[in-house]
C-alpha cells in the first residue's frame, strides 16, 4: 500500500447523517412520579348500595311470587267448593224434579191417581176411556208403599206440606222407623270341641 491511499483514508470526512434522515438519540430526565391517589369512597358506597339494591328487589320477587302462589291455591280450593256446591245444588234440582216429589206433593194436594184414565179428544169433543170420576184413594201410592226409595228425597219436606217428608209425616216416619227395627238375631254358641256333627242311630 502506498503512502498516498493511507493518508487518503486518514483524511476521509466522517460520515454525517442524511440531511431527512432521523435525528439522533436524546436523553431526557422524567419529572418525579406522583403518589397513586386513594380510591374514593363514593364509589365503595355505590357499588355497596347496587349489591343491596339487587339483594332487596331479589327477595321482594321472592315474596311476591310466594305470595301470588297462596294466593292461586287458596282461588284453586273455593273453586273446588264452588264446584261441589253447584253439583250438590244439581243432585237437589233433580230430585225435586223427580216425578216420585211431584207425585208425592200432587198426593199430598189431595190428587188422586186414577187406574183408568180417560181422555177428551179435541177434534170432535168424544171422551176416550172409561169416563167415569176417579175415587177418592189412589191407585198408585206414590210417597210410601211400591216406590223406590229415593236417598236425595228422604228428609227433604214436601212443598205443599212442610211438615211431612216422601215417606210421609215425619212422626209416622219416626214410628215406622223403629217398627221396623228388629231385634238382633241370637248368635250360635261358640265352637270349644271342634265342629258339632248330628247324631245319627
Known amino acids: 500500500m502506498s503512502l498516498a ?26 419529572p418525579a412520579a ?3 391517589r386513594r380510591p374514593r369512597v363514593g364509589y365503595a358506597i355505590v357499588a355497596f348500595a347496587g349489591a343491596v339494591a339487587i339483594a332487596v328487589a331479589q327477595m321482594s320477587l321472592s315474596v311476591l311470587t310466594t305470595q301470588s302462589s297462596y294466593e292461586l291455591a287458596s282461588l284453586n280450593q273455593e ?9 250438590e245444588l244439581r243432585d237437589e234440582v233433580a230430585g225435586l224434579s223427580s216425578p216420585q216429589y211431584l207425585a208425592a206433593n200432587a198426593s199430598a194436594l189431595g190428587m188422586v191417581i186414577d187406574g183408568a184414565p180417560s181422555f177428551l179428544r179435541l177434534s170432535d169433543g168424544r171422551i176416550i176411556g172409561d169416563g167415569a170420576a176417579a ?17 236425595l228425597l228422604d228428609r227433604r219436606p214436601l212443598t205443599t206440606d212442610p211438615e211431612a217428608t216422601i215417606a210421609g ?33
Open 79 to 87: 273453586r273446588r267448593t264452588a264446584t261441589l256446591q253447584a253439583q
Open 169 to 201: 209425616k215425619k212422626e209416622e216416619a219416626k214410628e215406622s222407623a223403629s217398627a221396623e227395627e228388629k231385634p238382633a238375631a241370637e248368635l250360635p254358641p261358640p265352637l270349644t270341641e271342634g265342629l258339632p256333627s248330628p247324631t245319627t242311630r
Open 5 to 30: 491511499s493511507t493518508a487518503a483514508v486518514h483524511a476521509a470526512p466522517a460520515v454525517r447523517p442524511a440531511p431527512g434522515g432521523a435525528p439522533g438519540r436524546r436523553l431526557q430526565a422524567l
Open 34 to 36: 406522583t403518589p397513586r
Open 135 to 151: 175415587g177418592s184413594a189412589s191407585t198408585v201410592d206414590a210417597a210410601k208403599r211400591g216406590a223406590v226409595a229415593n236417598a
